[in-house]
């Protein structure tokens, strides 16, 4: 997702209604690194415009994700489903204090960033996700 008017044209390709509230949708996704939830979308979106409901930020995620525009990322031991602009393989790190997701980027050249064929297996999708402390939490925890 690169741009705005880039799904707009991709919406308008696949027949979905352009509304401003799904511009202000993917205004918020645009180049967002924090993988935000559905409800911290809606926070945002409210606070630009009142009057939208979390049905029509669910839909627009709904239709983003399948048209590949967005990746759903989904982490152990955290019910929400986090949204990623970012749909080039890569991974992440989790903090399990703070719950923050950051993006782990990887030199594409390098052969093992992302395997096509594994044990027989034909890769299609991978979400590898690293759990630990970020270094904002690691202050003051004398456990690690
Ligand atoms: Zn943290
Ligand atoms: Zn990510």
Redesign the pocket.
Known sequence: MKNVEEVVEKFQEQRYKITPQRREVFSILVNNENHPKAEEIYTELEARMPDVSLATVYNTLNILEELGMIDAVSIVGDDAVHYDPNTEPHDHLY?I????IVDIIRDRHDSNFYEKELLGFRIIKRHITYYG??P??QEGLEII
């Open positions: 903090c204090c703070c719950h923050r402390y970020c904002d939490c």
